[in-house]
């Protein structure tokens, strides 16, 4: 996740960018953890 972020901070390229987007649905599920484990100790 942060590969992907790191490559596309500061450039646009539509391939790697089509790339990244298909990738997402693997991000998810590390997002929603660090959601709930940030609402759980934060709340």
Request: glycine fraction near 0%; proline fraction near 2%.
């Amino acid at each position: 996740m942060l590969e992907d972020r790191n490559r596309t901070a500061h450039t646009y390229d539509e391939t790697l960018a089509k790339d990244v987007y298909r990738r997402l649905s693997t991000h998810l599920p590390l997002l929603q953890a660090l959601d709930l484990t940030l609402r759980s100790t934060h709340a």
